[in-house]
């Protein structure tokens, strides 16, 4: 696995094999460095384990997914010293208020 570094906060991209992939992240403003990974998902042990390798190539502590539905239980649980969460993102009612509860799940706030 191959990844560019986190440069003013801009996605890496990680090279897995010969499949391309460009997760999300949170960076620290003033260190400019990872504080959380994010990609999208289904609660599935492949997606889990993609967020993993994601964290880990880039040593961020925090690796969330991402469903556009809500899930029946919420993803939170440690793996090694990765925290790894699920966060909704509804697209179905009103897109403004999916995207504050979003933030809110994210944040905390």
Not at 17 to 33: F, M, N, W, Y
Not at 75 to 91: E, K, M, Y
Request: hydrophobic share 40%.
């Amino acid at each position: 696995m191959i990844s560019a570094p986190c440069d003013g906060c801009r996605n890496p991209i990680l090279i897995v094999g010969v499949a391309i992939a460009v997760p999300h992240l949170r960076c620290d403003e003033s260190t400019k460095q990872p504080k959380c990974v994010m990609d999208i998902g289904s609660p599935s042990m492949g997606d889990i384990h993609q967020v993993i390798a994601y964290a880990e190539a880039i040593s961020c502590r925090e690796a969330i997914l991402i469903y556009p539905i809500e899930t029946e239980s919420s993803l939170d649980t440690w793996v090694g010293n990765i925290h790894i969460r699920s966060a909704t993102f509804s697209l179905e009612g009103d897109l403004d208020e999916a995207g504050r509860d979003f933030v809110h799940q994210i944040l905390g706030s």
